[in-house]
């Protein structure tokens, strides 16, 4: 029986390929990590689709919305909350947190108004005092943290109280009227016609110091090792980096910037009060979060921190004029920042 030699063109063909599973997996596992990616290179980019799509739904709810008056008591609101989120953004970048932002805010305010006022000194020296005032806290809270080595949630949780009992022994529980104080310290409270939209001098202030923290955190050494910090001490340390000079000089800076919020929260509210702003501390924080900047240090940007305030205000506003009750405004909020927090921890997770 002979055997019979089937041809090579009669073979049959391999059958195709067919997908594995690990082969779709790994296909979905890097589509995941490119949005994964392009997040923690631009922190901003989250906020800023948040406030485009929270923009469009308020505006089809209701037509109220986007009127020119409306969008400049959104802006006007956000002013003081967004002039604090600036120095919140550089502590929250080093890994730390300052819950007297607030307080350092209305002391500094209450200074200027009472220099001016008790002691009949002109604006410009009044409000350099103010400043002095943020400056000197700012290093308090910074020393406490550099040479005690102390947490600055429990730091700034002392101070808070602290500055908050100077603000009402110093002011004596009196508000300052606007009427009483310089022209200079009201200032901010001005306001002009852009395109139908009234803006005051304090946004624009406002917006000043956004852009020269943006300039100093992005193209100066400064800037750079304050992320080195945040995002690894011992690392930064090896690296070269003086670690304890960074972190006070980021609480003086931030100290600073509390003072000029408090100039903002004059003219804002045309007076100076010792009980204004009473939120001020947590809000600060909520814009931070919101806008992208972790809470674990060394990433964020400090423009996603105006949007972060702008989100608030945003939803605030909306919420109001839909009708919404204030106690589901701030559950709202709430929301946004466990889901801020949640996209934080996802966007860690996938890096590491």
Do not use: C
């Not at 080595?149 to 730091?155: A, M, Y």
């Not at 930064?236 to 980096?241: S, T």
């Not at 903002?264 to 947590?282: D, F, K, Q, T, Y």
Request: no cysteine.
């Amino acid at each position: 029986m002979t055997s019979r030699t089937v041809p090579p063109s009669a073979a049959p063909a391999p059958a195709a390929p067919q997908p594995h599973v690990a082969d779709e997996f790994l296909r979905r596992q890097s589509a995941t990590s490119r949005i994964q990616s392009v997040l923690h290179r631009h922190p901003a980019l989250s906020p800023a689709l948040v406030l485009a799509l929270s923009v469009v739904v308020f505006g089809l709810l209701n037509d109220r919305f986007l009127r020119p008056e409306n969008l400049s008591l959104v802006t006007q609101q956000v002013a003081v909350v967004g002039a604090l989120a600036v120095g919140q953004t550089l502590i929250i970048l080093t890994a730390g947190i300052d819950l007297s932002v607030g307080a350092i805010m209305v002391l500094s305010s209450m200074v200027m108004a009472q220099t001016a006022v008790t002691n009949g000194l002109p604006g410009p020296v009044a409000l350099g005092v103010g400043l002095a005032v943020g400056l000197a806290a700012g290093a308090v809270n910074g020393l406490l943290v550099t040479r005690l080595k102390l947490p600055p949630f429990i730091v700034t949780l002392g101070t808070l109280n602290v500055f908050l009992a100077l603000t009402l022994l110093y002011s004596k529980g009196a508000t300052v009227r606007g009427g009483e104080l310089p022209s200079l310290l009201t200032w901010t409270g001005e306001a002009f016609t852009v395109g139908g939209v009234r803006v005051t001098v304090g946004v624009l202030v406002m917006l000043a110091m956004y852009a020269v923290v943006a300039y100093a955190l992005g193209r100066t050494a400064w800037g750079r090792h304050v992320y080195a910090v945040g995002d690894d001490k011992e690392s930064a340390a090896l690296a070269g980096i003086r670690v304890p000079r960074v972190l006070l000089s980021v609480y003086v800076t931030a100290g600073g910037l509390f003072a000029l919020a408090g100039w903002i929260l004059v003219g804002r509210i045309n007076a100076a009060s010792p009980n204004a702003a009473a939120e001020a501390n947590l809000d600060s924080i909520t814009a931070v979060v919101i806008g992208g900047t972790s809470l674990f240090g060394g990433r964020g940007a400090v423009w996603g921190s105006l949007l972060g305030a702008l989100i608030v205000g945003v939803f605030r506003n909306g919420l109001s004029l839909a009708g919404v009750d204030v106690l589901y405004q701030t559950l709202a909020v709430g929301v946004l920042v466990i889901v801020a927090v949640a996209v934080d921890q996802w966007i860690r997770k996938e890096r590491a």
